[in-house]
C-alpha cells in the first residue's frame, strides 16, 4: 500500500471535491423518537420523467423523510421536486453507464446507522415506522452515489481540479495574503483486531496499546516496540498540513507535544493511536490550497457546478405533470 493510499484512509472522513453530492446521504439525522407511520393511500401517477413515472408514493416516502429531517416549508411540494430531480440524475446516471452495487449501497447504509449509533435493523425499523421506507432510503443512496461518480466524470471532462497556482491567484486576488499552516510528520501504530475476534481481543490489544503509547518517545522506536509483537502495524503517514487532519484525529494531534503519541482509539481495524514526529509551519502554494479547500470554496464550486449540469439535464428533459 502506498503511503499516498495509506494517507487516503486515515483522513476517510475529510471532504472531497464532490462531497456535497453525497453530504445529504450523511446528513446528521435526529432520531429522537419513532414517528407514526404515513396512512396508506392509493397510489397515482404524479409527474413523468423522460418517460419514467412518479408516483404519489414516491412522493409522499420523500415527505416523509423531509419531515424526519425537520425540514420546514410545503414538504410535499419540495418532495415532488425532489423526486424528479431523482429522476434526472437517475436517467443521467443510465445513460453514462454508471452501475452502483447492492453491496455498496448497503455499506453505506450501513455506515448511516453505525454513525447514529445504532444497527441497520434498527436505522430500517425506524424509517418504516416514520414512512419513509429504508427502500426508499436506499434508493436515495443509491442516485447519491452514482450522481457523484457523474459529477466526477463531469469535472473531469472540463479539465480537472484547479491547480495550487489557480488557487492562490484567486486569494490574492481577493484581497487575501498566502496562508501558514502547521504541518505535521505523522506516525499510525494499529494494534489490529480481526473483525471474527474482536469480542475476545479488543480489550486485550487495547491494553497492550496503552502499554506501548505510554513508553511512545519518538517516531523510531516503535518499530523496534512492535517487532515483539504479533499483528502491530507502524505507519509513517509522512507530511499532513493541519486543514487536512482526518476531524476524528485533528483535536488530539493538534494538543499532542512533538515526540509524544494522541490517545488510543477504537476502530474498525482495531485499536490505534498516532505519534506526532515533528511539526513546522509552512506557507507555499500546497498549504493556500489546502486551506482553500477546507474553508469551502472548492466544494462550493463543485456544489454550483452540479447545479449547472441538473439544469441542463431539465431543460432536455421532458417532464409532464399529472
Not at 415527505?63 to 440524475?89: D, H, S, T
Not at 490550497?289 to 462550493?300: I, M, P, R, T, Y
Request: glycine share 8%; net charge positive; proline share 3%.
Amino acid at each position: 500500500m502506498s503511503q499516498e493510499t495509506e494517507l487516503r484512509e486515515l483522513r476517510s472522513a475529510r471532504r472531497s471535491v464532490f462531497r456535497p453530492a453525497v453530504a445529504a446521504m450523511f446528513m446528521a439525522l435526529s432520531f429522537t423518537a419513532a414517528l407514526p407511520a404515513a396512512p396508506a393511500m392509493a397510489s397515482e401517477i404524479k409527474y413523468v420523467v423522460n418517460g419514467v413515472a412518479v408516483t404519489s408514493y414516491d412522493v409522499q416516502r420523500r415527505a416523509a423523510f423531509l419531515k424526519l429531517q425537520r425540514k420546514g416549508g410545503n414538504l410535499n411540494q419540495i418532495a415532488g421536486e425532489e423526486m424528479v430531480e431523482q429522476a434526472l440524475k437517475d436517467g443521467e446516471i443510465k445513460r453514462l453507464n454508471i452501475r452502483v452495487s447492492e453491496d455498496a449501497v448497503n455499506a453505506a447504509f450501513e455506515r448511516f446507522a453505525k454513525s447514529n449509533k445504532m444497527s441497520s435493523a434498527q436505522l430500517a425499523q425506524i424509517l418504516n415506522q416514520a414512512g419513509v421506507t429504508d427502500k426508499h432510503f436506499k434508493a436515495f443512496i443509491r442516485t447519491q452515489m452514482g450522481w457523484n461518480q457523474a459529477l466526477t466524470a463531469r469535472y473531469r471532462a472540463q479539465g480537472g481540479t484547479m491547480s495550487e497556482q489557480d488557487v492562490v491567484r484567486k486569494m490574492l486576488e481577493k484581497g487575501g495574503a498566502k496562508p501558514t499552516a502547521t504541518e505535521y510528520m505523522l506516525q499510525q501504530v494499529i494494534f489490529v483486531v480481526p473483525p471474527a475476534q474482536r469480542g475476545a481481543l479488543l480489550g486485550k490489544r487495547k491494553r497492550e496499546a496503552e502499554a506501548m503509547r505510554a513508553r511512545f518517545s519518538g517516531c523510531d522506536p516503535p518499530r523496534q516496540f512492535a517487532k515483539g509483537l504479533i499483528d502491530v502495524t507502524v505507519r509513517d503517514l509522512g507530511r499532513v498540513l493541519a486543514p487536512e487532519l482526518p476531524p476524528e484525529w485533528a483535536e488530539q494531534i493538534k494538543a499532542t507535544k512533538i515526540g509524544g503519541a494522541t490517545g488510543v482509539r477504537e476502530t474498525d481495524r482495531g485499536v490505534e493511536f498516532i505519534g506526532i514526529c515533528k511539526t513546522r509551519e509552512v506557507s507555499d502554494d500546497r498549504v493556500a490550497k489546502s486551506v482553500f479547500q477546507a474553508e469551502g470554496n472548492l466544494d462550493q464550486q463543485a456544489d454550483e457546478m452540479g447545479k449547472r449540469y441538473l439544469d441542463e439535464l431539465r431543460k432536455r428533459a421532458k417532464i409532464v405533470q399529472r
